[in-house]
């Protein structure tokens, strides 16, 4: 390691949290800034193959990222929130990644945590681990594999991650080879963050904030067709890569806790978007799951079954208490609008009062510090509360590989 390069990973040494602290610096100190996040939630069935409550026992749990910008000195942040009892984590390695759950030979780089190869993450707590001199480039795609030796338990995961995760029996940490890793599913599991540090840091690391649409829901597996990962393509083709941390969940709501679909907007936007390193923009787009889940009948699922009825006086006040968090902490919010849902299971016209009525808000009242107008530039022509079948995932509510570049290319002018 050049020996200016290693004198920095020193002084950055002081600078991680040790192995109890409960969570990363505040937003905009350190040097550290966010390349790429997920939203932890608590163990829940999801709707295919999900390890999060059963957890792990002898495994190796690896998990494959794409992150957004980049730098020499890199670190990964594993959070045991939903956990009631420490998570031992035997050993963490970073690599490259290849094909599938292969990675690029020679690249595997064991992480440490206060010096140590192993550590154990309190209940309700975060880790992060030592700098590591792995330089990352804008989009790279790495890799992160923990090896659990004792049983876990529950664990605390990111549902929808519209990306594949693979388990092996044993300890693969190391492997370059995907032989081993014999089982997948389409979560993600205590990775709660990348960071990258050794430029000089700026505040202007962007959160997307919202539901299914913001986490890329029945975008490409694999792909990395979300939104927010094409605003990062897009900001990265101009020369201006920069953090993009998405803080979507599929099913999140402003208003309602959710047992399986996260904490109220209102409730995890702290953790999920102003404890994030450097954020200095939150993008803002929820309520559609407020207003559609209050047209469903109750029922004995807790997860999906009716929710209360919300006016758009409420939502509003959801939005405005999102707005004063944000800036409170000098961060500038940016609305927007919801996108038409005509057609979609949980669709009505008095909901559709309510989108109107909040997106009526959203665009003129000038609290939000800048607006992007996704009701309008999703539309379908000639019919403005359906969205444009060019865009359509093929649910009325969700938008497809081509729907989320086309959120991207409108909000990143919002940023300029």
Same mark, same amino acid.
């Given at each position: 390691?050049? /020996? &200016?390069?290693?004198?920095? $990973?020193?002084? +950055?040494? !002081?600078?991680?949290?040790?192995?109890? =602290?409960?969570? %990363?610096? #505040?937003?905009?100190?350190?040097?550290?800034?966010?390349?790429?996040?997920?939203?932890?939630?608590?163990?829940?069935?999801?709707?295919?193959?999900?390890?999060?409550?059963?957890?792990?026992?002898?495994?190796?749990?690896?998990?494959?990222?794409?992150?957004?910008?980049?730098?020499?000195?890199?670190?990964?942040?594993?959070?045991?929130?939903?956990?009631?009892?420490?998570?031992?984590?035997?050993?963490?390695?970073?690599?490259?990644?290849?094909?599938?759950? /292969? &990675?690029?030979?020679?690249? $595997?780089?064991? +992480?440490? !945590?206060?010096?140590?190869?192993?550590? =154990?993450?309190? %209940?309700? #707590?975060?880790?992060?681990?030592?700098?590591?001199?792995?330089?990352?480039?804008?989009?790279?795609?790495?890799?992160?594999?923990?090896?659990?030796?004792?049983?876990?338990?529950?664990?605390?995961?990111?549902?929808?991650?519209?990306?594949?995760?693979?388990?092996?029996?044993?300890?693969?940490?190391?492997?370059?080879?995907?032989?081993?890793?014999?089982?997948?599913?389409?979560?993600?599991?205590?990775?709660?963050?990348?960071?990258?540090?050794?430029?000089?840091?700026?505040?202007?690391?962007?959160?997307?904030?919202?539901?299914?649409?913001?986490?890329?829901?029945?975008?490409?597996?694999?792909?990395?067709?979300?939104?927010?990962?094409?605003?990062?393509?897009?900001?990265?083709?101009?020369?201006?890569?920069?953090?993009?941390?998405?803080?979507?969940?599929?099913?999140?709501?402003?208003?309602?806790?959710?047992?399986?679909?996260?904490?109220?907007?209102?409730?995890?936007?702290?953790?999920?978007?102003?404890?994030?390193?450097?954020?200095?923009?939150?993008?803002?787009?929820?309520?559609?799951?407020?207003?559609?889940?209050?047209?469903?009948?109750?029922?004995?699922?807790?997860?999906?079954?009716?929710?209360?009825?919300?006016?758009?006086?409420?939502?509003?006040?959801?939005?405005?208490?999102?707005?004063?968090?944000?800036?409170?902490?000098?961060?500038?919010?940016?609305?927007?609008?919801?996108?038409?849902?005509?057609?979609?299971?949980?669709?009505?016209?008095?909901?559709?009062?309510?989108?109107?009525?909040?997106?009526?808000?959203?665009?003129?009242?000038?609290?939000?510090?800048?607006?992007?107008?996704?009701?309008?530039?999703?539309?379908?022509?000639?019919?403005?509360?359906?969205?444009?079948?060019?865009?359509?995932?093929?649910?009325?509510?969700?938008?497809?590989?081509?729907?989320?570049?086309?959120?991207?290319?409108?909000?990143?002018?919002?940023?300029?």
């Amino acid at each position: 390691m050049p /020996a &200016v390069l290693a004198a920095v $990973v020193a002084a +950055l040494a !002081f600078a991680v949290p040790p192995a109890g =602290a409960s969570g %990363p610096p #505040g937003p905009g100190t350190g040097p550290w800034t966010g390349t790429w996040a997920a939203a932890m939630m608590r163990p829940s069935p999801g709707f295919g193959p999900n390890w999060s409550e059963e957890g792990f026992a002898d495994h190796t749990l690896r998990q494959v990222v794409r992150v957004s910008t980049g730098g020499a000195l890199a670190r990964v942040r594993l959070s045991n929130a939903y956990g009631t009892t420490p998570l031992r984590i035997t050993g963490v390695t970073l690599a490259r990644a290849a094909d599938g759950a /292969a &990675v690029r030979p020679g690249t $595997v780089r064991h +992480l440490t !945590f206060r010096g140590s190869r192993s550590v =154990a993450v309190p %209940p309700g #707590g975060e880790v992060a681990s030592d700098p590591a001199a792995f330089g990352v480039r804008p989009l790279d795609t790495l890799t992160v594999s923990l090896y659990f030796a004792e049983p876990t338990g529950p664990a605390t995961q990111h549902l929808f991650a519209s990306a594949t995760s693979y388990r092996a029996g044993g300890d693969h940490r190391s492997d370059a080879g995907s032989g081993a890793f014999t089982e997948t599913t389409e979560s993600w599991y205590y990775l709660a963050g990348v960071d990258v540090a050794g430029a000089v840091p700026r505040r202007d690391a962007i959160a997307a904030f919202g539901d299914s649409i913001t986490d890329g829901a029945l975008s490409t597996v694999d792909g990395n067709n979300r939104y927010p990962d094409e605003l990062a393509e897009l900001l990265a083709a101009r020369g201006k890569p920069r953090g993009v941390l998405n803080a979507g969940i599929g099913g999140n709501r402003v208003l309602t806790d959710s047992p399986c679909l996260g904490e109220k907007a209102t409730s995890r936007f702290h953790e999920d978007v102003l404890d994030e390193p450097r954020v200095g923009t939150v993008l803002v787009l929820e309520g559609i799951n407020d207003i559609g889940f209050s047209a469903l009948p109750p029922g004995e699922d807790p997860c999906f079954s009716g929710g209360p009825e919300v006016t758009a006086e409420q939502l509003i006040a959801g939005h405005r208490e999102l707005i004063r968090q944000a800036h409170r902490h000098g961060v500038k919010a940016i609305g927007l609008t919801l996108l038409p849902y005509k057609g979609a299971d949980y669709y009505t016209p008095e909901g559709e009062a309510v989108r109107d009525a909040l997106n009526h808000w959203i665009r003129t009242s000038g609290e939000y510090d800048a607006v992007v107008d996704l009701d309008r530039i999703m539309a379908a022509p000639g019919d403005a509360d359906l969205l444009d079948p060019a865009y359509d995932s093929g649910d009325n509510l969700h938008p497809n590989d081509a729907g989320y570049h086309a959120m991207a290319r409108a909000v990143v002018s919002a940023l300029r």
